[in-house]
């Protein structure tokens, strides 16, 4: 195993170097700036009066400066970032410099759609490509990220309940307890009261409860399918004719469709609604990496008799086609849609980064990417297995998906060592951290996911050092107490550092906060 040890700079932040005044400027890149507010000036209005308190820095400086601050940091660059669920999917990189191109990010939103057909092109095609992989009948791309997705269809599903008159009546959606957090918040936001099924032994929906919750108040119900736990909902079809039974949707959180991407459709499981995270399953970055999308799917469910379908009900424009004038344009929602949850129609970038994945990958490799994603989560727990320190909770003898969440509880009980502990050890071990204490209902949850891209080297390497660290939580348990070592910050006061008056969430307020203290 490579040795690890992360740089440690005692770097200053950017506004509290020195002034080197106007001369160190790139002279051409103030030409340009001129002439360009020349050209396209910058209405009075949106100018801004006083300056930036930004220190003018040679080119060198400032180089030298975010390079040392990137090897302070670890990314999925340097090694893996085995994050459960929100896992760094692989990011080509033909991807970045095609969704960057000039012909994309030049383009603005108010722009005549004559002039934007290519971009309108791939749009449509991503919506066409995304129905066909969910199993829809159609899509909209307007939301900005997964949460932003799921608001967007529970909003879709209170707006159809109120179109057929029973807004009073139908008030609950169900949510099982392993779902991601967004989903009840969501479900919370759109106006329900959120009611939450337990998880049964075997990994799946308890069957008892779900039936005992559904009655004539639900709404809809959200669910994750593999879910959080990397495990396929057996009982999905069971589950879908029992809401349809008391006339609720079925809302699918594709987030993570890399479980199952190719080899099933949420559509063909009895969903009506599903969003897709292209910053996930998609390749496109997230976590710093530029903004998302949570593009949202549905079925042409009849609402009543009004003559409209879901798709009709659904936030946001559509990229359309006319086929006799030959134009891709856009069809802004109508007075029965959920309408506009944000100012523009969409994150366009993340979209195209999508379309770019898809398109390089083609059916066959998408299908390829969920069977690698799949077996490396085997395979790792084929490594794990006979563990004491670590324990494999809910669906027993089950294969995972794309994740698995393993328990340190068996090590904790024995040696005092937590979940926290074990994410520093892998920290000073070179890798990332894996998601922790989540889904709630695994004690002191390790939830591992390595995607599709990681090799088998790194997968083993990780293994060991889960080993590695249960051997020496049972020889000396203070010792991972001190955990991490050769990172550039050490273990942090997580309360404190969370605390609002802790953080100063701009330099402005720092200052400020300096000055009195
Ligand atoms: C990441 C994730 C979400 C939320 O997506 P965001 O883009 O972070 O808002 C929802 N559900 C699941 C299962 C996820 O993994």
């Not at 991807?95 to 005549?112: I, Y």
Request: net charge negative; glycine share 10%; charged share 25%.
């Amino acid at each position: 195993m490579r040795e690890y040890v992360q740089a440690r700079w005692s770097e200053p932040l950017i506004m509290e170097y020195p002034d080197r005044g106007p001369a160190v400027y790139a002279a051409p890149l103030e030409e340009d700036l001129e002439r360009l507010n020349r050209e396209r000036p910058v209405p009075e209005s949106l100018l801004r009066r006083d300056p930036p308190e930004i220190p003018r820095l040679t080119e060198t400086e400032l180089i030298r400066h975010y390079t040392r601050l990137s090897q302070m940091s670890y990314g999925v660059d340097q090694g893996p970032v085995p994050l459960g669920s929100c896992t760094m999917k692989y990011n080509p990189r033909v991807a970045l410099e095609l969704a960057f191109d000039d012909r994309v990010t030049g383009l603005h939103p108010h722009m005549p759609v004559e002039e934007v057909q290519g971009l309108l092109q791939m749009l449509y095609e991503l919506q066409e490509w995304l129905a066909h992989i969910t199993g829809m009948d159609g899509c909209i791309l307007h939301p900005a990220a997964g949460a932003h997705g799921e608001l967007a269809g529970t909003l879709t599903i209170r707006r159809y309940h109120g179109l057929l008159g029973r807004a009073g009546v139908k008030d609950e959606i169900i949510v099982p307890d392993s779902a991601h957090g967004t989903n009840p918040a969501s479900a919370a936001m759109a106006g329900f009261r959120v009611v939450e099924i337990p998880t049964a032994e075997d990994g799946n929906v308890d069957m008892g409860a779900l039936k005992a919750a559904v009655g004539e108040r639900t709404a809809g119900l959200m669910i994750t399918n593999p879910s959080t736990l990397g495990l396929f909902e057996e009982h999905i079809l069971e589950i879908a004719d029992l809401i349809h039974g008391v006339g609720g949707l079925l809302y699918y959180d594709g987030a993570n469709l890399n479980g199952i991407m190719g080899y099933a459709r949420p559509g063909d499981m009895g969903f009506d609604i599903a969003h897709l995270n292209v910053h996930k399953t998609f390749s496109a970055p997230h976590g710093g990496g530029g903004p998302g999308a949570g593009p949202v799917c549905a079925k042409a469910v009849p609402v009543g008799d009004t003559g409209l379908t879901l798709l009709d009900l659904l936030p946001g424009p559509r990229v359309v086609y006319d086929e006799d004038e030959g134009l891709y344009t856009i069809r802004w929602p109508g007075r029965h849609s959920v309408g506009l949850i944000r100012a523009y129609p969409f994150n366009t970038i993340p979209l195209i980064w999508a379309y770019i994945y898809i398109l390089s990958m083609g059916p066959q490799g998408l299908r390829l990417a969920t069977e690698a994603a799949v077996a490396k989560t085997n395979y790792f727990l084929s490594l794990m297995k006979g563990s004491k320190g670590y324990s494999l909770p809910y669906g027993k003898g089950r294969p995972r998906k794309h994740e698995a969440v393993l328990s340190a509880e068996p090590l904790r009980r024995e040696t005092g060592v937590k979940a926290d502990d074990v994410a520093k050890g892998l920290l000073d071990r070179g890798f990332y951290a894996p998601t922790i204490y989540f889904p709630l209902i695994v004690d002191e949850a390790l939830m591992i996911e390595f995607t599709e891209t990681e090799t088998i080297e790194n997968i083993e390497a990780y293994a060991e050092a889960l080993k590695e660290i249960e051997e020496i939580s049972k020889r000396n348990p203070q010792e991972p107490k001190k955990w991490p070592l050769k990172t550039s910050v050490g273990r942090i006061d997580q309360v404190y550092a969370n605390h609002p008056r802790t953080m100063a969430p701009t330099w402005r307020v720092y200052l400020k906060r300096r000055q009195t203290g």
